[in-house]
């Protein structure tokens, strides 16, 4: 089992900074991608950011510039540096944590963060 624990989030003007973090406990492999998604209402969840055990990042178009994604493996955490924010970038925010084992892959969930910009 792997349990994350999230923090951050808020409300915020547009144009303003978010910093989110999330840390990982329990179960960790060495082999491993930990990430943030996100679900607005009416929506389905969608990639926001990755980043794997070995540093490599992917984004989605949307915050591509804008969002800045970071992990410290001995730590296991990773955070989420958000800047430029839109309205449309508001939604509830899960940390994700990617599992890599021998012939199978298993993802584990945080609780979710709300995310709110004004405009």
């Known amino acids: 089992q792997v349990q994350l624990v999230e923090s951050g989030g808020g409300l915020v003007q547009a144009g303003g900074s978010l910093r989110l973090s999330c840390a990982a406990s329990?179960?960790?492999?060495?082999?491993?991608?930990m990430g943030w998604y996100r679900q607005a209402p009416g929506k389905q969840r969608e990639l926001v950011a990755t980043?794997?055990?070995?540093?490599?990042?992917n984004y989605a178009d949307s915050v591509k510039g804008r969002f800045t994604i970071s992990r410290e493996n001995f730590k296991n955490t990773v955070a989420l540096q958000m800047n430029s924010l839109k309205p449309e970038d508001t939604a509830v925010y899960y940390c994700n944590y990617h599992k890599i084992g021998l012939g199978y892959e298993y993802d584990y969930w945080g609780q979710g963060t709300q995310v709110t910009v004004s405009s």
């Open positions: 329990g179960n960790i492999f060495s082999i491993n991608a």
């Open positions: 980043i794997t055990s070995g540093g490599s990042t």
